[in-house]
């Protein structure tokens, strides 16, 4: 770890303030940060200390929707009484992230932001990461691939998303509020994470000099909801394959359906086709096959992870039949 002066921030224009240097990055749990950090993969010259800034309260908005502050702990969050009742999607996906300990540091914000555990991005003796040296080359597409991406990828990246939480504020429509010194916008949540094209240093739309100061979601809609993950060991460890499913059912018949799929892309991927499949249509074994089968039309494995195809479209109608309490 290279060194780097530390100073802690008294209020959001402070921290945006600082972020106009390129070489600040902001510190809350640092459960990711600190970990680049001592593996000399980040290196920032100075680290601004957030921890303080009232950002860490859980609002219910006017409309009837959920206004949560960039420092939220992961799992102060997912234990939250209107989280478990209302958005028990979320809920479930946070409690499948990491282990307690970690949920206990992390930060929403922070999560937002947790970069690829692609084993060469981590391994700093493999030259070859665009992630790290943009124009260097990729080491996973002739390497072990066993964990990397079956959508979305180029020949310049193959590293998928680790978040559980984004894959769930992906099914939830999320929005992301961010500050910065020229002003506050928004990002839905679909346009928040980039593909890796030819850009795969760039996880996020999120401009360098911007702080995310909380995520909005809208009013919950869904009459059922599952989040499933599917991973190596049922303690700490990242997905293969994860799906957020949110179904509402009305008349007996499907008229709105989120699935969302963690493990298979650079960034939370929705299954729009598979969404389509289910609208109009009474939640059935059939109808369920058909929205699996959709789900993973298109899926470009490489030679380590053709068993993810197979796993997402299994892990998708297991979570729709969940969603849909099919028998």
């Not at 209020?11 to 390129?22: F, N, Y």
């Not at 059912?249 to 359906?257: C, S």
């Amino acid at each position: 770890m290279q060194a780097f002066d530390y100073v802690r921030a008294r209020s959001v224009d402070d921290a945006v303030t600082a972020l106009r240097d390129p070489s600040t990055r902001c510190l809350a749990g640092g459960t990711n940060l600190l970990d680049l950090m001592k593996g000399d993969i980040e290196a920032p010259a100075r680290l601004v200390d957030i921890n303080r800034l009232p950002l860490n309260a859980v609002t219910p908005t006017a409309d009837g929707g959920l206004r949560i502050g960039a420092l939220v702990r992961n799992s102060d969050l997912a234990n939250h009484r209107y989280v478990r009742e209302r958005y028990p999607l979320l809920s479930r996906a946070m409690l499948a992230g990491a282990s307690p300990q970690l949920r206990n540091m992390a930060t929403v914000g922070g999560n937002l932001l947790q970069r690829t555990r692609c084993y060469y991005f981590y391994d700093t003796a493999y030259a070859a990461c665009n992630k790290r040296h943009p124009g260097s080359g990729c080491a996973a597409r002739d390497g072990y691939n066993r964990i990397h991406a079956i959508f979305g990828a180029s020949p310049q990246c193959v590293a998928t998303n680790p978040s559980d939480m984004n894959v769930a504020l992906l099914a939830l429509d999320a929005i992301v509020d961010v500050k910065s010194a020229r002003g506050a916008r928004v990002i839905p949540f679909a346009a928040f994470h980039r593909l890796p094209g030819t850009t795969p240093e760039r996880d996020t739309n999120l401009e360098r000099d911007e702080l995310i100061v909380g995520v909005t979601l809208p009013p919950p809609r869904f009459t059922g909801v599952e989040y499933l993950k599917v991973r190596d060991r049922a303690s700490y460890a990242f997905a293969l394959v994860s799906v957020a499913a949110g179904v509402r059912v009305a008349d007996g018949r499907i008229d709105d359906a989120r699935i969302a799929m963690g493990g298979v892309a650079h960034k939370p991927w929705r299954a729009e086709a598979a969404e389509r499949a289910l609208i109009g249509h009474r939640i059935d074994p059939s109808v369920i096959a058909a929205a699996s089968e959709a789900a993973v039309a298109g899926a470009t494995p490489l030679r380590d992870n053709a068993f993810k195809v197979e796993l997402a479209r299994r892990t998708v109608a297991r979570a729709l039949q969940n969603a849909g309490a099919i028998a």
